[in-house]
């Protein structure tokens, strides 16, 4: 296989905002429903009292995800008939709509919610790293969008060295699962 592309997720400085989420609907048209890529909210804790007062520990913090890519893609190993496909080239996890049925499988084996149902056609979407923007010398739509560089892509390998190889935070599977292809840099309130 040739250089696996990753993404690194900075989750100390997303706010929330979405903004990925909007540039990935609009270059990919998507219909109301379908995400390629999603905010999920890690929040909790609590108030205690404290003398006549009370304290609390509450946090509340975002994560963008999408597709990882993973090296062992559940989506790809549960398909039945070869329409999720793992790109030799780059690693990127593809749909060939030619190939696909329909039958939703791929969204059942994802533990990240990747693949997407297109009810219009009756086949599966999902992120496709925005392959035609990175051949053209582009960045990802979601990348080049957010006001706060949190999202950066790359080769995995390179992103390893120079972030470290964090792929397990609160709210979100375990790596063994698909090995997949991000790092994460926790918010500092995160929970182990």
Request: net charge negative; charged share 25%; hydrophobic share 30%.
């Amino acid at each position: 296989m040739g250089t696996q592309l990753g993404f690194y997720i900075d989750q100390s400085q997303c706010t929330g905002c979405h903004t990925c989420v909007m540039a990935c609907i609009d270059k990919n048209d998507l219909n109301p429903g379908i995400m390629y890529r999603r905010v999920i909210e890690s929040c909790g804790g609590s108030f205690a009292p404290f003398g006549d007062a009370y304290t609390n520990n509450v946090f509340a913090y975002w994560t963008s995800i999408s597709c990882n890519h993973c090296a062992e893609p559940k989506c790809v190993a549960n398909c039945p008939t070869g329409a999720m496909h793992k790109r030799d080239k780059d690693g990127v996890v593809m749909v060939d709509t030619d190939k696909c049925v329909g039958c939703r499988y791929c969204t059942w084996s994802c533990p990240y919610g990747a693949p997407q149902y297109n009810e219009e056609e009756g086949k599966m979407s999902k992120c496709d790293f925005c392959i035609d923007l990175i051949e053209k010398g582009e960045n990802p739509a979601c990348v080049d969008a957010c006001p706060y560089h949190v999202i950066e892509y790359g080769p995995i390998d390179e992103l390893r060295k120079k972030y470290g190889d964090l792929a397990d935070i609160r709210d979100f599977p375990s790596s063994k699962i698909t090995k997949p292809n991000i790092i994460f840099k926790p918010h500092k309130g995160a929970e182990k």
